[in-house]
């Protein structure tokens, strides 16, 4: 079964807006300019969103889901029998927390390698994942709920908690990064003022 991710239509007169408020913020210039260049901008990565967005899914297999990232593509084989919980955000997002085990042991430290001590088991990792919008996100929460062995361990209330943490954590670094870029740009131009 094959769960897509959301996605918006990308009109071309979207696309068309966003050229001509680039055209105009460049004729016009000051700080009328740089608000209009922000906001084509900003039109264009959403519609390159939109555009990445276009064949990832979540894919449900007999004993195996096989979630693909919303930008990268990266896929990730995801076992049943690993999860521990898993739940549908208010956004329409699936959080989903499961154990990831190594199936090679751990590396041996040097001097654990020249004595030959036994080497500890390693406990299987605690992963938290959590995607983009999904189309359908009720549809795959039920046929989800009925391909795992076993109820989940983890409670709901626990899943959502950890992905308002994660929402709140990405949401911290975007505003740092901006609020950043005005020192970022100070500190080049000191470093650049000596070359002129």
Known sequence: ????????????????????????????????????????LGMGCWALLQVLRRGCAIRLYDEY???????????????????????????????????????????LASHEA?????YAEQAPRQRFVLTARLAQPQALHAALAERLPSPPSVPQAYILGLARRRRLRDGLIVLFVLLGTPLYILMIDRLLLPLR
């Open 114 to 118: 020249l004595i030959g001590a036994p």
């Open 1 to 40: 079964m094959i769960f897509r991710y959301h996605t918006e239509a990308v009109r071309p007169s979207v696309l068309a807006l966003a050229v001509g408020m680039l055209l105009l913020g460049w004729w016009w210039g000051g700080a009328l300019g740089v608000a209009l260049w922000g906001s084509a």
């Open 65 to 107: 889901l096989l979630v693909q990232g919303s930008i990268s593509g990266r896929a990730r084989r995801i076992p049943y029998a690993q999860i521990g919980g898993f739940a549908i955000t208010r956004r329409g997002g699936l959080a989903l927390l499961y154990r990831e085990t190594t199936d090679q042991p751990p590396q």
